[in-house]
């Protein structure tokens, strides 16, 4: 949450010609209603099976590149899921990093919302066990987002060729 995982997928998609989906705004469409208004009408849980269903129909198709939502893997069938047809990137963030940008995401991200900064914090080290699962880490503190793009795309081309047959 709030680690530059859209800003960054987005250039990304671009540098690689493909196209780029982000899950929580494909489920801000499906409603029809923003993230916050979402989890106090519907709750959580609908909010979780329909990011659930997207990620699995996304994740399914070739020459994409996706943005899941922070919790997302959580949902063991969603790690999982991904693990086995993508290649998963962890834009992994500092503590102190994340911190400077408490004040954007606490409008936006309905699980901070009340939340003291002792409760963030716990929230932020809970979910980085949970990220370990992943192909590739990628520390993105010392990145502006069009640099930790450019630098993404080499490389997945880069393991792209290693990996190509060879005739």
């Not at 530059?4 to 998609?13: D, R, Y």
């Not at 070739?62 to 969603?78: D, R, T, W």
């Not at 914090?121 to 993105?140: D, T």
């Amino acid at each position: 949450m709030g680690a530059g995982k859209t800003t960054v997928g987005k250039l990304l998609a671009r540098r690689l010609y493909r196209d780029f989906v982000d899950i929580d705004e494909e489920i801000e469409k499906a409603f029809g209603l923003p993230i916050p208004v979402i989890f106090k009408t519907h709750g959580e849980k609908a909010f979780r099976q329909k990011e659930q269903e997207l990620i699995k129909s996304y994740s399914s198709q070739p020459l994409l590149v996706i943005s899941v939502g922070g919790g997302a893997f959580l949902q063991e069938e969603n790690r999982n899921h991904c693990l086995s047809n993508c290649t998963v990137l962890f834009f992994d963030i500092s503590w102190d990093s994340w911190k400077e940008r408490i004040h954007v995401l606490t409008e936006t991200r309905p699980l901070l919302k009340g939340k003291s900064l002792e409760e963030m914090e716990q929230l932020f080290r809970e979910r980085q066990s949970i990220y370990s699962a992943n192909h590739s880490k990628f520390q993105v503190d010392r990145y502006e987002a069009i640099d930790a793009a450019d630098y993404l795309a080499e490389s997945l081309k880069l393991s792209w060729d290693i990996h190509a047959p060879q005739t």
